[in-house]
């Protein structure tokens, strides 16, 4: 490789400064793969970035640690109140959009098959698994109302970390996550409506309208700004990542917080349907993909597929519907997420990717 990344885990909010350098260089996306096995070697690394990369590796401890502060001490998260979660949130597509330019949506056009492919595994695997699991399951109606919820939300930021660490196409995932994330203002509503409307009334448009607020004007007020104002964004996203480890844990505390006393009476009950479908979903994805696909690209569309943003169906839940239940699954989903994905990213590290992998990905 001609650029080696300065922080290769530097943020979960902008993980694709990991391929910020490759294209600026032209490093071909098989090397930001990395298929030869090898973790790039942060060379050059200053202080800072060395926290900032040691903060963001252990991801899944400070995610465990904030659940488990938010169930047995749920006063210390739950003053995350509903506009403050909305705030954090919004910066989390913020900052997605600061790393992404023009050129990234042009390169969707080039990746048609396989970036169609991924989105019909996050929008139409996820959404029926949730559907399934929930119906044979046959939870109760709000339950199985937020089941269906978080199953069709569009990729999480921190599904680009797992696949850096497995071994994936990171430049891959970040087009999937952000083609997903402009998706899900359609498609979130729709198929929730679709799935869970015959169980509880769901009003779309509202979902349509806060998804739109939430997750597509920050990310295009961050790509404008990176567009245009480049000086500018170089000196915020140099801060993010720091405040982005924060903002996550508490974006995952807080959930489990507010949620915490139905968990300890109902946990078994409550665990076990997302537990599976987050196991399902990365197990789908990946045998689906291997279909068509080489290694790297179907262990980037298996992550994309079990990993979602958990915290959008948090607060899609506790913003349009009146039963609280509503809000468990995507406060456990938060959880199991990150540590269903990051479990199988340190899995897939010890699997080198073959030499003669199919390079799905055109620059």
Same mark, same amino acid.
């Given at each position: 490789?001609?650029?080696?990344?300065?922080?290769?885990?530097?943020?979960?909010?902008?993980?694709?400064?990991?391929?910020?350098?490759?294209?600026?260089?032209?490093?071909?996306?098989?090397?930001?793969?990395?298929?030869?096995?090898?973790?790039?070697?942060?060379?050059?690394?200053?202080?800072?970035?060395?926290?900032?990369?040691? &903060?963001?590796? @252990?991801?899944?401890?400070?995610? !465990?640690? #904030? *659940? $488990? /502060?938010?169930?047995?001490?749920?006063?210390?998260?739950?003053?995350?109140?509903?506009?403050?979660?909305?705030?954090?949130?919004?910066?989390?597509?913020?900052?997605?959009?600061?790393?992404?330019?023009?050129?990234?949506?042009?390169?969707?056009?080039?990746?048609?098959?396989?970036?169609?492919?991924?989105?019909?595994?996050?929008?139409?695997?996820?959404?029926?698994?949730?559907?399934?699991?929930?119906?044979?399951?046959?939870?109760?109606?709000?339950?199985?109302?937020?089941?269906?919820?978080?199953?069709?939300?569009?990729?999480?930021?921190?599904?680009?970390?797992?696949?850096?660490?497995?071994?994936?196409?990171?430049? &891959?995932?970040? @087009?999937?996550?952000?083609?997903? !994330?402009? #998706? *899900? $203002? /359609?498609?979130?509503?729709?198929?929730?409506?679709?799935?869970?409307?015959?169980?509880?009334?769901?009003?779309?448009?509202?979902?349509?309208?806060?998804?739109?607020?939430?997750?597509?004007?920050?990310?295009?007020?961050?790509?404008?700004?990176?567009?245009?104002?480049?000086?500018?964004?170089?000196?915020?996203?140099?801060?993010?990542?720091?405040?982005?480890?924060?903002?996550?844990?508490?974006?995952?505390?807080?959930?489990?917080?507010?949620?915490?006393?139905?968990?300890?009476?109902?946990?078994?009950?409550?665990?076990?349907?997302?537990?599976?479908?987050?196991?399902?979903?990365?197990?789908?994805?990946?045998?689906?993909?291997?279909?068509?696909?080489?290694?790297?690209?179907?262990?980037?569309?298996?992550?994309?597929?079990?990993?979602?943003?958990?915290?959008?169906?948090?607060?899609?839940?506790?913003?349009?519907?009146?039963?609280?239940?509503?809000?468990?699954?995507?406060?456990?989903?938060?959880?199991?997420?990150?540590?269903?994905?990051?479990?199988?990213?340190?899995?897939?590290?010890?699997?080198?990717?073959?030499?003669?992998?199919?390079?799905?990905?055109?620059?």
């Amino acid at each position: 490789m001609q650029s080696k990344p300065n922080s290769p885990l530097a943020a979960l909010l902008a993980p694709s400064s990991i391929i910020l350098a490759s294209r600026n260089s032209k490093v071909k996306c098989k090397a930001a793969a990395n298929v030869s096995g090898d973790s790039p070697t942060p060379k050059g690394m200053n202080q800072y970035e060395r926290i900032i990369e040691t &903060l963001t590796t @252990l991801f899944p401890v400070w995610v !465990t640690l #904030g *659940a $488990i /502060v938010g169930i047995y001490k749920p006063a210390a998260v739950t003053w995350l109140e509903t506009d403050l979660f909305t705030l954090g949130l919004g910066f989390l597509m913020l900052s997605m959009g600061l790393t992404l330019t023009f050129e990234d949506f042009r390169r969707c056009l080039r990746n048609p098959w396989t970036l169609g492919v991924g989105f019909l595994a996050q929008y139409l695997i996820k959404p029926m698994l949730g559907f399934a699991i929930a119906t044979t399951l046959k939870l109760s109606a709000p339950l199985a109302t937020g089941l269906i919820l978080v199953s069709c939300c569009p990729g999480g930021q921190a599904s680009n970390v797992a696949t850096y660490i497995s071994k994936g196409n990171v430049a &891959l995932s970040v @087009l999937m996550t952000t083609c997903s !994330t402009i #998706g *899900a $203002i /359609v498609m979130t509503p729709l198929l929730t409506k679709l799935l869970a409307g015959q169980l509880v009334p769901v009003k779309a448009v509202d979902l349509a309208l806060s998804t739109f607020q939430v997750v597509l004007v920050p990310t295009v007020i961050g790509v404008l700004a990176n567009e245009y104002f480049p000086k500018f964004t170089s000196k915020i996203i140099s801060v993010t990542p720091l405040i982005g480890v924060v903002l996550t844990t508490l974006l995952c505390a807080s959930p489990m917080g507010l949620v915490s006393e139905v968990l300890k009476i109902q946990g078994a009950q409550l665990i076990f349907p997302v537990a599976l479908l987050h196991a399902a979903a990365f197990a789908i994805g990946y045998w689906v993909s291997k279909i068509s696909f080489g290694e790297s690209t179907s262990r980037t569309i298996s992550i994309e597929c079990g990993m979602q943003s958990s915290a959008l169906g948090f607060l899609l839940a506790k913003k349009h519907f009146t039963n609280p239940l509503v809000m468990v699954p995507s406060a456990v989903s938060v959880v199991f997420m990150a540590l269903g994905g990051s479990g199988l990213a340190v899995f897939w590290r010890n699997r080198p990717i073959p030499l003669d992998d199919k390079d799905d990905f055109k620059e």
